[in-house]
Structures are given as C-alpha cells and as structure tokens.
C-alpha cells in the first residue's frame, strides 16, 4: 500500500494503493467513478479510455504508480449540468446503444477533437481504431464525432 | 403529434453518456463475496475426486459443488440435460465443477490454481462427423438433440426430370457475441428471502424458471431483475441462467451476497457461440432455369448440451429455401452433439447459417448456368400466393423486386459488375461486387408466440405519468425508445409522459424473451392495446371523452387513481386466426411475418497478401412500418458490421474442443478501420399484427452480410467460395490449390 495523490476530474485526490493496481480498479474501487468501463483487461476494446495528462489511455494497462501528481479525465468529468456538446451529438447521432463503450469512445472523440478542429472521417476512424463496439457498426459513432463541431 | 416514424431520442441516453447507468459491475452490496467457476480441463470424463491443494486458508472460502445444490440439478429451458455443476460425467472442456467465493476478490484466482481434479478420461467427439458415426455416443441414443423432415411435392422424379442437376456443401463457423460487457450478476439467496438476482441479461423470467427447480422453492421466492446490459446479440439469452444459479448457489450457502463476473478469457472461452453448420444443397432446374426441385440436408453442431439448439435448427430449417420456389422440397436437418461447451443463441439464430448457404448455391447456380445472378434469382423468387419451403402460403403483399431494384440502382450494380472484370485484368487487387437477396421470419417460430401468451401492462402514477411493464429489456437496441413512442401514440400523449419500468419479475407481466426480432412487432403491439385498455378505463369511468388534450389525459389519470384506485390497462397475445401452424406436421405460418432484404457488398481482394476488406456496403430492407428510424438504421448498420465479420475475420480456433483464441487480441472483430460505409434503405409495409405497424428487424442484418461478401469476392477472384470466415489464411489455401 502507498499513499498517491492524483487529480481526478479536477478535484486533488490522495488514494491508498498497492502501488501496482491498475488505474482502471483504482477509478471503479476506490473513487466509485464506475463509469469507465471494463471490457477486455489487456487494452484491445478501449472500454477503459481515459484521459490522462491530456494524452488518451487505456486505464486497465495503466498502474497506478505512474500516475502520481498527474491528471486524470473520466468520463463522469464531461458533462456539468448539461450534456457536452460531443455528448449531444452522441445522442442525436445515435452513438450510444448498449452504452458499454460509450465512455470510452467519449473519451476517444474528445482526444481527437482537443487535438484537431476539423477532422476527416478517415482522422475519425484512426483515432477510434482502439476503442471496439459491437452494436452500432461504428459510423453513427463516427458521424457524432465529425458533427460535434470544434469543442467537445 | 405522432411520435411513431420519428427518430426519438433514445430514453437512457443520457444516463448512458454521463457514465452514470448502472451496469451490474457498476454495483456492489454490502458485505458482499466475489464468486469463480472452477471449471473442467478436458473435453469429457468421469470426475473422480476435487483435492484442495494447501497454499490459501481455505475455511475463509465458501466451495459449492454439486453436492451442496439444495434443488434440482439441471439448468431448466427446453431439456433437462445440462447440469449446473458437474456431479461425475464431464462433456465439455470448461464444464463448471466448482464454485468459490471469498471477500477478496484478488485471492480467488490463486485458490483457483490450488484445485486439482483427479479425471478418468473418455473418448470424446468433437466434429459433425464424428457425431454422425456414433464413435463414441456421447448424448441420447444417437448423439442428436432433434432432426426434422420437410417433403412436399416429388424431389426424386423432379430430378429425374431434370434439365440440369447441381449440388454443393457450405460450412459456417462458429461465431463469439462479443458484447462488450461480458456476463456479470450478483445474488441473495437465503432460505428466508428466497433469491434476488440481478444480471446483464435478455431474459429475467428464462433465470426466473432455470432457478425455480435449482432450489426448490415456490416461484414467488425468486426475483430477477435487470441490470442495465452492455449488449447481448442472443449471448445473454440462456446463459444468465447459469451464472445466476451459480452466484445464488454461493450466496445461498454463503449466507451474504455473492457478485460473479466473468473476464474476457472466461466469457470467450466458456459461454456460448453461433452453431457451426454444415449444409448440401442438391438443386434440380428445367430449361427455363427454374427451380424444380431442391434438396437440402442441414447440420448444424449444438456442443454438449441441448440447451436452444433445436430452436434454433428450426429457424435454420424453415428459412433453408431463402426467398425461392420450388414445388418440390425436401429438407433434412439435424443438431447434432459434440464435446464443446453448448453453442446457443446469437442474433439470427440458425437462418444467417442456412440462408448464407442458399444464397451461396443460388450464385453457384448462375455461374454454372452462365446467367446473369440477378436475373437467375428474380425467375426463381418466391411470388405471392406461393408456397415457401417451410410451407407457408405466402398471403401478404411481397415487395420483394423493388427491395432488390433499389439495391441494385443504389449501389450501381450493373454498371459495377461489368467495369471490375476490366480494371481487375491489370491489377494484384481485384475488386468485386456481390448480391444477397432472403428474407427472416419475425416472432417465435411455429406456435412460440401462442405457448408464450405474453403480457404487457401500463399503468398510470399519481403524477398523472405512464409506466409501461413488460420483461423486455433494453441491451441497446432501444425497447424503451420504441415502446414510450407506441404508447404516446396510443395514448395521445408526449414521449416524456412515459416511463419504461425495470424489468424485474417481481413487478413486470411475463411478456416473453428479448428475443427473436419480437420486442418491437410482437411485445410493442401488446403495448399498444394496453395503453388503449387504459385509456378506455378512464372513457369508461367518465373521466375522459373519445377526444382529449394531453392535459385532459392526465388530469383524468390523477383523478381516476384518488377516486377510483389503481389504473392498470393490460394485454395477451393471441395469434391472429390466419396465422396456423402445424407442429405435428412441422409445417404451415412458420412466422406471422417476414422481413425482406436485398444486399450487395463492394469488395477489394489482395491477391499478394489475400486480405479482402469490404469497400461500400449497401442494405436495403422491407421491415413494415419503421418505428424510429435512427434506432432501425442504428440495429441495421450494427448488424451488417457483425455480420461483416462472421464473413472474414472472427474465426474461432477449436482444440479438443476448447476455444484456443478466446481472448480479443486474437478474435477479431471489425474495427472502425473494417467497417465500410453502409448505406441503409428501407422499404416500408405497414404490418397491421406488427407495434405500430413494424415487423421485425433487429435479426435481419446478420443474414446478408456473408453470401453478399463471398459472392462479391467469387466476382472478383473467378472462384467458388463455399465456407466462412473466409480468412487470408483460407483463401490463400484454396487459391494455391487451384493454381496447382
């Protein structure tokens, strides 16, 4: 066990873990910031995606120890009151079914849009390409990225 | 304002976008224990002795074996032959022996590692073939878990007759669902309370009747309740009824509650799979090129449990003759058994197996009789007013010709096929463009709805909403959406006056399964006479006139419930009188319905590497009344993608039975980099049986995806393809033995 201090959506946070424990149960355990999802544990699906330092993560590959003093966005730190603008255009472009990957993939399409304004769908496709769903065969996904506008 | 036909917003959404729906890993109890299957090793044997190795204190741990299960020994569905533990007979590789339980989640795996099991061996049968010849008999008198028999007409002198005779095999692999939220449920079970159970799951009354015999207890005793459900696609249909009657198991003798949740590796190589098929198709044509006779013989593998397979064979049976005519037909089918864990459901359920071999063989056909396939195809189309294979009069009106019209003139087929013979001369990538045409019957096959006898029930609050109760549940494909549309339509109501309740047995009617494209066009109807049961309580009541404002509604509800009580409107299904069918037989309505779709597919065959991808992917459908169509559009593209895969990539390697790739670094799904643009059309046919007029569709997209693939890379390449997933592997394979 070690005492670690991190920021999480935010707010500074001191966690007491085996150095070791990976990001993803330290979210879901231990902060109860269940929304980040589990779905291989070997960073294939992307279910996990996180943000971290502004760079884009897969949670379950990340150990805690690495992330001491650094920054951390889930998907729980997206919206305020209202939904965010990438959350909108989830919604109206039919992005969410099941919901499994969903913050991941928001959290996906916000990398992409924090990095780029105007983006291809190719640029789309690239940036998703870690992030799997099963049910919506992707191009709804693709479509609320490219709709979403400039600020996710 | 209709809300029927309009793209509503789906109901959980935003729940779902701000990470805040409670899926079951989501949620934890007090005092609650983490469970694990201990699972079998080999394919099949007798189970002698369990030894707890020492290394962990082992009286901190709850163990159940089969021993310790206070009811019946069997999971309950169709058959009663699959054990919830082994007790000494193992038939599958990964069979649960042994369930442990502990607080600490992190100390099961090392307990896990510290069970030997002492097994005597025996032979087991792992292909089609062996189960065939009977070498050893591993299930029932002849390892076969159901077979059926269609004959109409006179295939043997059609044939006789014939102008010309052509035959083939076509094989089918199995297929992972690969949710992303793979199977999870917690339990409190005690003698006291009875069990609760709360799952990822399609079916909470399939777990409500599976754990009824497990513990012997009154029905009354056992809750189950959804959990939101991170996809099924037929995956969650009958396996939650084993992982929950394990989870019960352990809290039952735990005393505390107990949350099971499979990892990846666990969920791939233990639960269920698409059946491998395997199917001949001997054809017999006049000189006209019609069809004169047709017969096929199906197999399908259902692994070592009976579990849904004859269902699903029987879908797979009763759409073997895809959307064609013959006067003469004769269909032998089987499921047949073998030592791998059960294959079950998975969205299309047995008909993406028989239709991809129809369709393939119909395109063979073409080819030999060097016709145009489109042509070929329309001579031999099912018309109305004829019979198709699984002898239904088709009564309905078909738009079967203007489905395939609008998918050859969106796709530019013609003009495609004819311009990649040429530009592929000088080329290592060789293009191609391919055509699926069949249809898929929606509903339960046979007389499934009339023994289902659904209920659903809406009922008004004091705050003058709607709450619509039913045990369908929403895994995505927007059964909260589409029912709050149909009941404010019924009502005359707004979409946000209407709440979906939780599918929990111990507050929602039976109304069936998720299941078999029927929560729309069967369940949805159901809720539509519901909601107009209710409101006729209040006209009655003189609480409300024929015409109303939405304000009159629901001031009226209010009223109704201070005045009168409780404002509940409910429904059964009754099968509509012209819909009969022959179970003794095996012939007749198969389904009230069907769905019709044309398919056609733009691919690009390397033949340096021979990696296909799927270019441009058109869908074009007849589905009756489309209920919202971002959602219909949404289950179509996703569908397609599925399918996609079951045609080039998701390939499941099998030793001794036992998946050898379970993990999803080495089955592969389509990606976004493999999903093509799929341009959807639909074709509408109001369906007057049908929730607002729909028919089924949610199954539909897994049927074309894989003949429309194939037959755009035979286009391309010049070759017969006869089996899927057509990997690199494969058709280097073939490739090199031709050029031989």
């Given at each position: 066990?070690?005492?670690?201090?991190?920021?999480?959506?935010?707010?500074?946070?001191?966690?007491?873990?085996?150095?070791?424990?990976?990001?993803?149960?330290?979210?879901?355990?231990?902060?109860?910031?269940?929304?980040?999802?589990?779905?291989?544990?070997?960073?294939?699906?992307?279910?996990?995606?996180?943000?971290?330092?502004?760079?884009?993560?897969?949670s379950c590959l990340v150990p805690l120890l690495?992330?001491?003093?650094?920054?951390?966005?889930?998907?729980?730190?997206?919206?305020?009151?209202?939904?965010?603008?990438?959350?909108?255009?989830?919604?109206?472009?039919?992005?969410?079914?099941?919901?499994?990957?969903?913050?991941?993939?928001?959290?996906?399409?916000?990398?992409?849009?924090?990095?780029?304004?105007?983006?291809?769908?190719?640029?789309?496709?690239?940036?998703?390409?870690?992030?799997?769903?099963?049910?919506?065969?992707?191009?709804?996904?693709?479509?609320?990225?490219?709709?979403?506008?400039?600020?996710? | 304002?209709?809300?029927?036909?309009?793209?509503?917003?789906?109901?959980?959404?935003?729940?779902?976008?701000?990470?805040?729906?409670?899926?079951?890993?989501?949620?934890?109890?007090?005092?609650?224990?983490?469970?694990?299957?201990?699972?079998?090793?080999?394919?099949?044997?007798?189970?002698?002795?369990?030894?707890?190795?020492?290394?962990?204190?082992?009286?901190?741990?709850?163990?159940?074996?089969?021993?310790?299960?206070?009811?019946?020994?069997?999971?309950?569905?169709?058959?009663?032959?699959?054990?919830?533990?082994?007790?000494?007979?193992?038939?599958?590789?990964?069979?649960?022996?042994?369930?442990?339980?502990?607080?600490?989640?992190?100390?099961?795996?090392?307990?896990?590692?510290?069970?030997?099991?002492?097994?005597?061996?025996?032979?087991?049968?792992?292909?089609?073939?062996?189960?065939?010849?009977?070498?050893?008999?591993?299930?029932?008198?002849?390892?076969?878990?159901?077979?059926?028999?269609?004959?109409?007409?006179?295939?043997?002198?059609?044939?006789?007759?014939?102008?010309?005779?052509?035959?083939?095999?076509?094989?089918?692999?199995?297929?992972?669902?690969?949710?992303?939220?793979?199977?999870?449920?917690?339990?409190?079970?005690?003698?006291?309370?009875?069990?609760?159970?709360?799952?990822?799951?399609?079916?909470?009354?399939?777990?409500?009747?599976?754990?009824?015999?497990?513990?012997?207890?009154?029905?009354?005793?056992?809750?189950?309740?959804?959990?939101?459900?991170?996809?099924?696609?037929?995956?969650?249909?009958?396996?939650?009824?084993?992982?929950?009657?394990?989870?019960?198991?352990?809290?039952?003798?735990?005393?505390?509650?107990?949350?099971?949740?499979?990892?990846?590796?666990?969920?791939?190589?233990?639960?269920?799979?698409?059946?491998?098929?395997?199917?001949?198709?001997?054809?017999?044509?006049?000189?006209?090129?019609?069809?004169?006779?047709?017969?096929?013989?199906?197999?399908?593998?259902?692994?070592?449990?009976?579990?849904?397979?004859?269902?699903?064979?029987?879908?797979?049976?009763?759409?073997?003759?895809?959307?064609?005519?013959?006067?003469?037909?004769?269909?032998?089918?089987?499921?047949?058994?073998?030592?791998?864990?059960?294959?079950?459901?998975?969205?299309?359920?047995?008909?993406?197996?028989?239709?991809?071999?129809?369709?393939?063989?119909?395109?063979?056909?073409?080819?030999?009789?060097?016709?145009?396939?489109?042509?070929?195809?329309?001579?031999?189309?099912?018309?109305?007013?004829?019979?198709?294979?699984?002898?239904?009069?088709?009564?309905?009106?078909?738009?079967?010709?203007?489905?395939?019209?609008k998918a050859l003139i969106e796709s530019d087929?013609?003009?495609?096929?004819?311009?990649?013979?040429?530009?592929?001369?000088?080329?290592?990538?060789?293009?191609?463009?391919?055509?699926?045409?069949?249809?898929?019957?929606?509903?339960?096959?046979?007389?499934?709805?009339?023994?289902?006898?659904?209920?659903?029930?809406?009922?008004?609050?004091?705050?003058?909403?709607?709450?619509?109760?039913?045990?369908?549940?929403?895994?995505?494909?927007?059964?909260?959406?589409?029912?709050?549309?149909?009941?404010?339509?019924?009502?005359?109501?707004?979409?946000?006056?209407?709440?979906?309740?939780?599918?929990?047995?111990?507050?929602?009617?039976?109304?069936?399964?998720?299941?078999?494209?029927?929560?729309?066009?069967?369940?949805?109807?159901?809720?539509?006479?519901?909601?107009?049961?209710?409101?006729?309580?209040?006209?009655?009541?003189?609480?409300?006139?024929?015409?109303?404002?939405?304000?009159?509604?629901?001031?009226?509800?209010?009223?109704?419930?201070?005045?009168?009580?409780?404002?509940?409107?409910?429904?059964?299904?009754?099968?509509?009188?012209?819909?009969?069918?022959?179970?003794?037989?095996?012939?007749?309505?198969?389904?009230?319905?069907?769905?019709?779709?044309?398919?056609?597919?733009?691919?690009?065959?390397?033949?340096?590497?021979?990696?296909?991808?799927?270019?441009?992917?058109?869908?074009?459908?007849?589905?009756?009344?489309?209920?919202?169509?971002?959602?219909?559009?949404?289950?179509?593209?996703?569908?397609?993608?599925?399918?996609?895969?079951?045609?080039?990539?998701?390939?499941?390697?099998?030793?001794?039975?036992?998946?050898?790739?379970?993990?999803?670094?080495?089955?592969?799904?389509?990606?976004?980099?493999?999903?093509?643009?799929?341009?959807?059309?639909?074709?509408?046919l109001p369906y007057s049986y049908g929730g607002?007029?729909?028919?089924?569709?949610?199954?539909?997209?897994?049927?074309?995806?894989?003949?429309?693939?194939?037959?755009?890379?035979?286009?391309?390449?010049?070759?017969?393809?006869?089996?899927?997933?057509?990997?690199?592997?494969?058709?280097?394979?073939?490739?090199?033995?031709?050029?031989?």
């Open positions: 066990m070690k005492k670690m201090s991190l920021t999480v959506n935010g707010k500074k946070l001191t966690v007491s873990c085996h150095p070791f424990s990976r990001l993803l149960d330290v979210l879901r355990e231990e902060l109860q910031l269940t929304g980040t999802k589990e779905g291989c544990g070997e960073g294939e699906c992307g279910a996990c995606s996180v943000m971290l330092d502004g760079k884009l993560v897969n690495q992330v001491e003093g650094k920054k951390i966005l889930t998907v729980e730190g997206l919206a305020n009151k209202s939904l965010t603008p990438l959350q909108n255009s989830f919604m109206k472009c039919g992005g969410a079914q099941c919901g499994i990957c969903t913050p991941g993939m928001l959290m996906a399409g916000y990398a992409l849009i924090k990095k780029k304004k105007k983006l291809s769908k190719q640029e789309i496709r690239e940036g998703l390409g870690g992030n799997l769903c099963r049910c919506t065969g992707y191009s709804p996904i693709i479509k609320s990225v490219q709709n979403c506008g400039t600020k996710p | 304002m209709t809300w029927v036909g309009k793209s509503a917003l789906r109901k959980e959404g935003d729940s779902k976008l701000r990470g805040q729906a409670k899926y079951i890993d989501d949620i934890s109890l007090s005092g609650m224990m983490h469970g694990i299957t201990v699972r079998s090793p080999i394919a099949r044997g007798l189970l002698k002795k369990i030894e707890y190795l020492p290394g962990v204190n082992w009286d901190e741990f709850i163990t159940v074996t089969a021993k310790d299960i206070p009811g019946n020994n069997y999971v309950a569905l169709i058959k009663k032959d699959q054990p919830y533990l082994v007790d000494e007979k193992i038939n599958h590789p990964e069979e649960p022996i042994l369930l442990l339980a502990h607080s600490n989640k992190h100390i099961l795996e090392k307990a896990r590692s510290l069970i030997k099991f002492h097994i005597e061996s025996l032979p087991p049968v792992f292909t089609l073939e062996e189960a065939i010849k009977q070498d050893p008999i591993i299930w029932g008198t002849n390892n076969t878990f159901k077979s059926y028999a269609i004959d109409r007409g006179d295939v043997e002198s059609a044939f006789k007759d014939a102008h010309i005779l052509l035959e083939g095999t076509y094989e089918t692999g199995a297929q992972e669902q690969l949710y992303i939220e793979p199977n999870g449920v917690i339990a409190i079970a005690n003698e006291k309370e009875g069990v609760t159970i709360w799952g990822s799951m399609q079916c909470p009354y399939y777990v409500h009747k599976a754990l009824v015999p497990l513990f012997n207890l009154p029905p009354e005793k056992i809750r189950v309740v959804q959990a939101e459900t991170g996809g099924g696609f037929g995956g969650k249909e009958e396996y939650p009824s084993v992982i929950s009657g394990h989870a019960a198991l352990l809290s039952w003798k735990a005393k505390r509650p107990v949350k099971i949740i499979y990892d990846r590796m666990e969920d791939m190589v233990a639960t269920t799979k698409r059946h491998p098929s395997k199917t001949r198709i001997k054809t017999a044509f006049d000189k006209n090129h019609k069809l004169i006779a047709l017969d096929i013989d199906f197999t399908i593998d259902g692994g070592a449990y009976a579990t849904l397979s004859s269902v699903v064979l029987s879908r797979g049976t009763l759409h073997a003759s895809g959307p064609y005519f013959s006067s003469n037909i004769k269909i032998r089918s089987r499921a047949l058994a073998t030592n791998t864990p059960p294959h079950g459901a998975f969205r299309g359920f047995g008909a993406p197996q028989s239709l991809f071999a129809i369709e393939k063989h119909m395109e063979f056909c073409a080819r030999e009789l060097k016709l145009d396939p489109v042509k070929f195809r329309k001579l031999n189309f099912i018309k109305h007013g004829e019979i198709l294979g699984c002898g239904q009069l088709v009564k309905e009106k078909i738009k079967l010709n203007s489905v395939v019209e087929f013609h003009k495609k096929r004819k311009a990649f013979v040429k530009t592929n001369k000088n080329s290592p990538i060789k293009k191609g463009i391919g055509l699926a045409v069949f249809m898929h019957g929606a509903g339960f096959t046979g007389s499934g709805e009339t023994f289902l006898a659904s209920i659903a029930a809406v009922k008004a609050t004091p705050e003058g909403k709607i709450e619509i109760l039913t045990s369908n549940t929403e895994i995505g494909q927007g059964t909260n959406t589409i029912f709050s549309q149909m009941a404010a339509d019924a009502l005359n109501i707004d979409f946000s006056d209407i709440e979906v309740v939780q599918p929990d047995t111990a507050h929602v009617p039976n109304s069936g399964p998720t299941v078999a494209s029927r929560t729309c066009m069967i369940v949805g109807k159901l809720v539509e006479q519901a909601s107009k049961d209710l409101k006729q309580k209040l006209i009655s009541a003189q609480l409300l006139k024929e015409k109303y404002t939405r304000k009159e509604f629901i001031s009226a509800c209010k009223k109704y419930i201070k005045e009168i009580g409780e404002l509940k409107g409910s429904s059964q299904y009754k099968a509509p009188s012209h819909i009969v069918w022959d179970e003794q037989k095996y012939q007749g309505d198969a389904y009230g319905t069907y769905a019709w779709a044309a398919y056609v597919a733009e691919t690009s065959t390397d033949t340096r590497t021979f990696e296909t991808t799927v270019d441009k992917f058109w869908a074009v459908q007849e589905v009756g009344k489309v209920i919202n169509p971002l959602l219909a559009k949404g289950q179509i593209i996703g569908g397609v993608a599925q399918g996609i895969g079951y045609a080039l990539y998701e390939e499941v390697i099998w030793k001794e039975g036992r998946m050898a790739n379970n993990k999803m670094s080495n089955y592969i799904m389509p990606t976004t980099l493999d999903v093509p643009e799929i341009e959807v059309h639909f074709l509408e607002g007029g729909s028919k089924g569709l949610g199954e539909l997209p897994l049927d074309g995806p894989s003949p429309a693939i194939l037959n755009a890379m035979e286009h391309a390449l010049k070759i017969t393809l006869r089996q899927i997933p057509m990997t690199p592997e494969k058709l280097m394979a073939q490739m090199e033995e031709i050029n031989k």
